[in-house]
């Protein structure tokens, strides 16, 4: 914390009106910038990409079935009779 405390000392007491420095800024309103990012992350993206990955993993699946069947029906089937 001491790393901390020195650093935001420091920028606070480069601008002339201390009221406006950075220490108030981040008090005031990161937390509540962090909240927002990290939701939009987790609900917004996160859903978005399982929803795509969910889509392309059943369209492969669904390859996969049909060339089972064709290859079901081409080796159980005679070629010349069709049977």
């Known amino acids: 914390m ?12 480069i601008s002339k009106r201390p009221e406006l420095g950075l220490k ?3 008090n005031n309103k990161y937390w509540g910038r962090y909240g927002l990012d990290l939701t ?3 609900l917004i993206q996160m859903l978005f990409i399982q929803i795509i990955f ?4 059943d369209t492969f699946g669904e ?7 064709l290859l079901n029906e ?4 005679c070629y010349i009779c069709v049977l």
């Open 2 to 13: 001491g790393y901390w405390n020195n650093n935001m000392t420091r920028y606070n007491s």
């Open 24 to 26: 108030r800024c981040i």
């Open 40 to 42: 939009w992350f987790i």
């Open 54 to 57: 969910g889509i392309i993993l």
């Open 63 to 69: 390859l996969r079935e049909k060339r089972d069947v």
């Open 74 to 77: 081409i080796q159980s089937k």
